[in-house]
């Protein structure tokens, strides 16, 4: 009898790193121990009461039904008034805008309508480790560019273009990046944009920190002449809103490819939560609300506190990130590997941290750290860390 196998694109695949770093650390806990986890880049604030109070009057309004496959009117329309006021981008919301559940999601159809079989996409080195798995598991290749700390992690131009071929289709970027938390200026856009005007690739922008810059301002390459026909902007109300369990975002890009974006979406979620799109559009609506900009006051404030305490400690630099709320450790001086640090310090100090390695190759040496918890769990993971290493 022939045998029953689950598909290549599957097996031949790995977890996610982040995630799955997480999931062990939630066992844990649910065993009895505690876990000081950082390795998820997750808020642990409550969604802002208001918008949770949106969408209880929406679902006890009856409002629980599906809606248009590209999200309903209110949202798109809360999106377009979004990108006008903090973007100063005219976006059509008819014809420029999807809703999607988060920004893998977007993901999934962007490279679905955008990429064929054999096509290359060109992706950071480190990057988000979902990035590569789904490039791969429609028929693409990723093909890494590494982000070298003497050009404070940002690409070389030369470099770039050196990996590009005629297989090559699109440059999937993050701004803010992560790992490294760079929020790349308009200098680094125009660069990225001339090199994809020039050999007619697509770019995916996956901006889901967009809100969270410490020391750059956030740009979008879609507004630089020439690229808004090719950009496909994605983000989601997961990281600035405190809302990674809602699954709510969108794209912004041209007609064309929103066109296309819609039939995939038709046929693979039908539309996103009715009642979730309603309360995200009281976030989009308006300028932030006084709660959630404290939320991001904090977080800069936590994230420099860790900063400054893993800079201090020998053998360690660990910069103040242009953006998002997780820092870049660089350990490379302690001679351990990334991977064997942080399965240690998970197993001896109960401290879950992220090993460079999973964003790719040139994330050997680093580990990263998400800042955005209490300000108890920030202080007593620091401690512990700092005693692995003593002990080292």
Not at 338 to 344: D, I
């Amino acid at each position: 009898m022939k045998e029953l196998k689950i598909s290549e694109r599957v097996e031949n695949s790995e977890q996610s790193s982040t995630v799955g770093i997480a999931d062990i650390a939630i066992k844990l806990r649910e065993s009895g121990e505690r876990v000081y986890d950082f390795s998820a880049a997750r808020a642990f604030e409550p969604t802002p009461a208001y918008i949770i109070d949106e969408a209880v009057r929406t679902m006890r309004a009856g409002d629980t039904h599906q809606t248009m496959a590209k999200g309903t009117t209110e949202y798109r329309q809360a999106i377009s008034a979004k990108l006008k006021r903090e973007n100063n981008i005219d976006a059509d919301p008819e014809k420029e805008i999807i809703a999607t559940m988060g920004v893998k999601q977007g993901l999934t159809i962007s490279l679905l309508a955008l990429i064929n079989p054999g096509d290359q996409v060109i992706v950071e080195d480190p990057c988000f480790p979902s990035y590569k798995q789904l490039i791969s598991y429609f028929g693409g290749e990723a093909v890494p560019v590494p982000l070298r700390a003497e050009n404070r992690f940002r690409w070389d131009k030369a470099e770039l273009e050196s990996h590009i071929t005629d297989k090559t289709k699109a440059i999937l970027l993050n701004t803010p990046q992560n790992p490294t938390g760079v929020v790349h200026t308009q200098e680094d856009l125009q660069m990225i944009a001339s090199v994809a005007i020039k050999h007619n690739l697509y770019v995916l922008s996956d901006e889901v920190y967009e809100r969270l810059t410490w020391k750059e301002k956030h740009q979008n390459i879609s507004e630089i002449e020439g690229m808004k026909e090719r950009t496909v902007t994605l983000t989601s109300l997961t990281k600035s809103f405190s809302m990674g369990g809602w699954r709510i975002g969108y794209i912004y890009a041209s007609e064309k490819i929103v066109s296309s974006l819609y039939k995939l979406q038709q046929h693979l979620i039908t539309s996103c939560n009715s009642f979730v799109q309603t309360a995200a559009a009281v976030a989009f609506r308006e300028p932030p609300r006084n709660e959630v900009l404290d939320y991001w006051k904090e977080w800069e404030e936590k994230t420099k506190y860790v900063s400054d305490k893993l800079g201090s400690i020998p053998g360690i630099v660990c910069p103040m990130p242009e953006g998002a709320f997780f820092v870049w450790v660089d350990i490379s001086e302690l001679g351990l590997p990334s991977k064997e640090f942080v399965e240690r310090l998970l197993k001896e100090e109960k401290v879950a941290l992220v090993h460079g390695s999973s964003f790719g190759k040139n994330g050997e040496g680093y580990i990263r750290m998400t800042c955005s918890k209490t300000w108890d769990d920030n202080k007593e993971g620091l401690t512990r860390i700092q005693r692995f290493i003593n002990k080292l």
